[in-house]
């Protein structure tokens, strides 16, 4: 049974560039949250979808925007890139929309230059 | 919002002995769900034990238990028999189930020494 998956591993950009960082649930979850892991920090909420929907969202900024596809899986896209954003990016999956529990992926770790 | 503190950034223990992290909390809710989570420099977050808070049986996995004080708003971790491997990062979590939303701690980096 596979957990969350995520891809890439490592992103190196610029600023001002844009990124996609992607995520696939744990089997048989169709919930998926997105966090940022600033060095040194606990995980920050970005957002969360269901039903191919953002249902809740944390306090970021319109640059960072997302996707749920028919499969559950999701795409976080950051535009215009800074130097802040540059953090570990986590997906949770969880059962369902208000499931109590999440699951982690690997994280991707996103350096802006 | 909640706030979740984790007053001890950095704790070490020897092997096969005790430790206890600490984590408060503050919230005006009356249900919601408490974790601890382990981060490890794979960086993988990993579930170790959690806590409904209408329960008052404190929860136990193992080697992990915790010390839930409701009225407190404390929610500490133990582990005992410390091993290698339990060295990491441990993260304290409240869900709200009203917001449907997790908040983490800023953790405590747990060193077990041989």
């Known amino acids: 049974d596979a957990g969350v998956t995520q891809s890439p591993t490592h992103l190196i950009k610029t600023r001002g560039q844009q990124v996609t960082l992607r995520c696939s649930p744990k089997?048989?979850?169709?919930?998926v949250s997105w966090y940022q892991q600033a060095l040194g920090q606990g995980p920050q909420f970005i957002f969360q979808?269901?039903?191919?929907?953002?249902?809740q969202r944390g306090n970021f900024p319109d640059r960072f925007s997302g996707h749920q596809f028919p499969n559950y899986s999701s795409e976080l896209n950051v535009n215009a890139l800074l130097l802040g954003d540059s953090a570990l990016y986590l997906c949770a999956s969880s059962l369902s929309l208000y499931a109590d529990t999440q699951y982690f992926g690997p994280g991707t770790r996103l350096t802006v230059l | 919002a909640q706030t979740v503190t984790q007053s001890q950034p950095e704790m070490s223990v020897q092997e096969a002995e005790t430790v206890t992290l600490s984590c408060t909390y503050d919230t005006s809710e009356s249900d919601y769900y408490l974790f601890w989570y382990k981060q490890p420099p794979s960086r993988q977050m990993i579930l170790v034990i959690r806590q409904e808070a209408y329960k008052q049986q404190n929860a136990t996995e193992n080697r992990f238990s915790v010390n839930f004080q409701k009225a407190a708003k404390s929610f500490s971790l133990k582990i005992s028999d410390s091993q290698l491997g339990d060295a990491a990062m441990y993260f304290c979590a409240y869900r709200s189930p009203q917001e449907n939303q997790f908040y983490f701690g800023t953790g405590t980096s747990l060193t077990v020494i041989p």
């Open positions: 089997s048989g979850h169709d919930t």
């Open positions: 979808y269901y039903e191919e929907e953002e249902r």
